[in-house]
């Protein structure tokens, strides 16, 4: 387990990001840009999937995304079971999509999307990195905040603070992670 000391604009917050990549090597790209993001905000840990036992104490749970192939955490999703009950704030960016969408009723579908991809939202309209093969499919649980294309894009458990993100928004729209982590919509 990786953890970062607070930074001299701590907000006092511990956040845990769980780690969905397979390969330690994929954590470079996908779990070091997320640290990169949430370090300033307070005390950030990293842990493996695998790695769970049960909820998270820490105050926000970011679920990362991982390599395009690579579905192995879906085998593992009692893991996650603890999210259904949570009062915590929990961000899941691509592969975390997946984990929650399952986790509300919704199900997963062979559609996807690489490349660079205009998004409208809540937040406006701008341009977002995807990396998804495998697309949720939202159940009634769920509102959706922002789309791309007819799909979406941006989603939330209904009167919770459970967000999910099929696109990559550590890439280019590192801001929108820290104003849902500042916000309540």
Known sequence: MMTLS???NDEGLSIL?????KYKLHEEEFVGPLVDIFKEKGNVK?????ELEKEPKEDVIILSGTAIKDFEYLNYLDKFKWIKNTNKKVIGVGAGS???ALTFGGKLKKKG???VYDVNSIFGKFRAYF?????PVLSENFEILGYVKDEPAIFKVKNREIYGFTFHPEVLNSK????ILSQNF
């Open 6 to 8: 607070h930074s001299e």
């Open 17 to 21: 990001i769980i780690s969905l990549c």
């Open 46 to 50: 990293v842990i493996h999937y695998k």
């Open 98 to 100: 997946q984990i929650i």
């Open 113 to 115: 999307f690489i490349g």
């Open 131 to 135: 990396l998804i093969v495998r697309y």
């Open 176 to 179: 929108l992670l820290l104003e």
